[in-house]
């Protein structure tokens, strides 16, 4: 696997790492940018230039991670050309007739299933239901394909987002890339490194992702008794203090985001739907927390893959970088320091995180960090 790591500036091109060399052929390249770059793509017509009639996947972002820094409003890119692994890249869109479920399984059906390993999958992170998705691909994929990726960002606006391929750049887009053969190795880690604290409470009715009672009461005013004075900065600051969600049966939580808040009526609204019957507790973090996960997701992804990494997807959450701001760049020097200066790092910051948890089916995470390592077998 052969790898270009670059920046576009104007009319420029810039490289921090360049080994294609021009008899090697480029499978796909990964843009991660801002969405108003997205909506005046001038950058497209240079990178189709430098690689033509290549694939080239866009996703609007809320920060990019480009090798051991964090950029913003920043056009960064990766070129990935493998050596014995073929891949397919596609594309689907939400429509009005269908829901998220069914964009997963047309996404998932326009690929060839004979030795599909895995899908890198990126997709809207505002109008797409990102659990709803994953499922929808399982549904046609089956469990033998893994799946990675995750939802576009945009800043902190939380308003629209948009992923793109080639030209055909949008909002309710999903696109993929399959990966195929028996020479591709990847290796997954995840982790929040939130501390659990309060009370758990019982979801007892919920509209959509709007959590209407817990235990039968108001949940806005849990939070602010659990928040104590820092439910001053309600509703602002309600990304920055997710929940952890058990759904029913299950014996893992997972991590959501408070997006929102209603002071009459008392409820939190989530970044999924909750279901009733799930159980739900409050979560706050420290960052020296925070900063132990990272670690312990570098070193599963690496127990995982079972060799050294080429390449290294990082998909974090805004909720992090908008909580420790500045400071969160830490966590990715943290990745490097673990994937050590040869492995090239790209990625960006979502307003969700597709990871399996070790080796079980991949979810949709909010407030993690989450980690794809490739490489290919020798």
């Known amino acids: 696997m052969k790898i270009d790591q670059f920046m576009v500036s104007g009319n420029e091109i810039s490289y921090s790492r360049q080994n294609?060399?021009?008899?090697?052929?480029?499978s796909f390249i990964l843009v991660f940018t801002s969405r108003s770059k997205l909506e005046s793509p001038a950058w497209l017509a240079l990178i189709q230039r430098k690689y033509p009639e290549i694939p080239i996947l866009s996703c609007s972002t809320s920060?990019?991670?480009?090798?051991?820094?964090?950029?913003?409003?920043?056009?960064?890119?990766?070129?990935?050309?493998?050596e014995s692994t073929s891949t397919e890249v596609h594309s689907a869109k939400l429509t009005e007739k269908d829901g998220s479920g069914s964009l997963g399984k047309r996404l998932a059906s326009r690929f060839t299933k004979t030795d599909l390993r895995h899908l890198l999958v990126f997709s809207d992170g505002w109008l797409v239901n990102g659990s709803a998705l994953i499922?929808?691909?399982?549904?046609v994929l089956g469990e033998e394909v893994s799946?990675?990726?995750?939802?576009?960002?945009d800043g902190a606006n939380f308003s629209k987002t948009l992923v793109g391929l080639n030209e055909d750049i949008d909002q309710n887009m999903a696109v993929a890339i399959g990966l195929y053969g028996d020479q591709i190795r990847v290796g997954f880690g995840s982790h929040g490194g939130?501390?659990?604290?309060?009370?758990?409470?019982?979801?007892?009715?919920?509209?959509?992702?709007?959590?209407?009672k817990l235990d039968g009461e108001r949940p806005l005013d849990f939070y602010q008794d659990f928040l104590g004075d820092d439910a001053d900065g309600l509703p602002g600051t309600a990304v920055l203090y997710p929940v952890a969600v058990w759904l029913p049966g299950a014996t893992?939580?997972?991590?959501?985001t408070v997006f929102n808040l209603d002071e009459f009526s008392g409820s939190l609204t989530l970044g999924e739907v909750i279901p009733e019957g799930s159980r739900l507790q409050f979560m706050k973090a420290r960052f020296d927390d925070l900063l132990k996960g990272v670690k312990t997701a570098a070193e599963a992804a690496l127990t995982n893959l079972q060799q050294a990494p080429e390449?290294?997807?990082?998909?974090?959450?805004?909720?992090?970088?908008?909580?420790?701001?500045?400071?969160?760049?830490?966590?990715?020097?943290a990745t490097h320091q673990v994937l050590g200066n040869g492995v090239s790092i790209g990625g960006f910051y979502s307003y969700g995180e597709i990871c399996p948890v070790e080796?079980?089916?991949?979810?949709?995470?909010?407030?993690?960090?989450?980690?794809?390592?490739?490489?290919?077998?020798?």
């Open 147 to 153: 799946i990675s990726g995750g939802l576009a960002g």
């Open 359 to 378: 080796r079980d089916l991949a979810a949709l995470h909010h407030q993690m960090l989450t980690l794809t390592l490739l490489a290919e077998s020798s």
């Open 311 to 333: 390449m290294a997807l990082m998909v974090s959450c805004i909720g992090r970088k908008l909580l420790f701001n500045q400071q969160i760049e830490e966590e990715i020097e």
């Open 63 to 82: 920060g990019e991670v480009y090798v051991s820094e964090l950029k913003a409003e920043s056009i960064t890119g990766m070129a990935v050309a493998f």
């Open 20 to 26: 294609i060399t021009s008899d090697e052929t480029v």
């Open 252 to 256: 893992d939580y997972v991590v959501r």
């Open 135 to 139: 499922r929808g691909m399982y549904e």
């Open 194 to 212: 939130w501390n659990e604290l309060g009370q758990t409470y019982e979801v007892t009715a919920t509209n959509g992702r709007e959590v209407l």
